[in-house]
T-cell receptor, first 116, second 114 residues
Framework: DAGVIQSPRHEVTEMGQEVTLRCKPI?????LFWYRQTMMRGLELLIY????????DSGMPEDRFSAKMPNASFSTLKIQPSEPRDSAVYFC??????????????FGPGTRLTVT | EDQVTQSPEALRLQEGESSSLNCSYT??????LFWYRQDPGKGPEFLFT???AGEEKEKERLKATLTKKESFLHITAPKPEDSATYLC???????????????FGSGTQLTVLP
């Protein structure tokens, strides 16, 4: 069974350019999370969706960041315009909230973004 | 706001040398405490969920325990393949009564030498 899929795995771009990160959650999962990981701040939640609807985007650092989930199997995180301080590893995670149970999230391999 | 502090930041052990990692937390009502393992260049991998003080979970050489203020991840007779960063996360309650999302600690980087 495929896990969470993210693309690209690595992205190098110049300051001011638009960057789009992509995520395919595990089939059947109805919650999706975008995280950012840096050495200074660790793993931070940016935004999460339930049933394709954004629930909490309070972690999105500023208006340059936006996220969409047009259907249950695809989400994007867009940065426009990008800045060097956006350099980080961006993770997507998914889980199912159906049927109760524990709250474990399943993470993708991440996208390493470098903005020069 | 939920807070998580992990210690030590880094730990080097000889193969077979047992030790513990600490996760101290502050939440307004614990909905769950989670341990993840993260290998270099990969996403975090779920290990355990603990819900109440006194609870313990085991998996191979790892055992997680929970008190009202902290959790420990005990590693018994570690092997080099246990080398990774171990992340602790908590899920608490908002003032509204609904649950927050996960707040992660900064992790403990464990190196097990052969």
């Amino acid at each position: 069974d495929a896990g969470v899929i993210q693309s690209p795995r690595h992205e190098v771009t110049e300051m001011g350019q638009e960057v789009t990160l992509r995520c395919k959650p595990i089939s059947g999962h109805n919650s999706l999370f975008w995280y950012r990981q840096t050495m200074m701040r660790g793993l931070e939640l940016l935004i999460y969706f339930n049933n394709n609807v954004p629930i909490d985007d309070s972690g999105m650092p500023e208006d340059r960041f936006s996220a969409k989930m047009p259907n249950a199997s695809f989400s994007t995180l867009k940065i426009q315009p990008s800045e060097p301080r956006d350099s980080a590893v961006y993770f997507c995670a998914s889980r199912t909230s159906r049927g109760g149970g524990s709250y474990e999230q399943y993470f993708g391999p991440g996208t390493r973004l470098t903005v020069t | 706001e939920d807070q998580v502090t992990q210690s030590p930041e880094a730990l080097r052990l000889q193969e077979g040398e047992s030790s513990s990692l600490n996760c101290s937390y502050t939440v307004s009502g614990l909905r769950g405490l989670f341990w993840y393992r993260q290998d270099p260049g990969k996403g975090p991998e779920f290990l355990f969920t603990l819900y109440s003080a006194g609870e313990e979970k085991e998996k191979e050489r790892l055992k997680a325990t929970l008190t009202k203020k902290e959790s420990f991840l005990h590693i018994t007779a570690p092997k080099p393949e246990d080398s990774a960063t171990y992340l602790c996360a908590v899920r608490g309650f908002k003032s509204s009564g609904s649950a927050r999302q996960l707040t992660f600690g900064s992790g403990t980087q464990l190196t097990v030498l052969p």
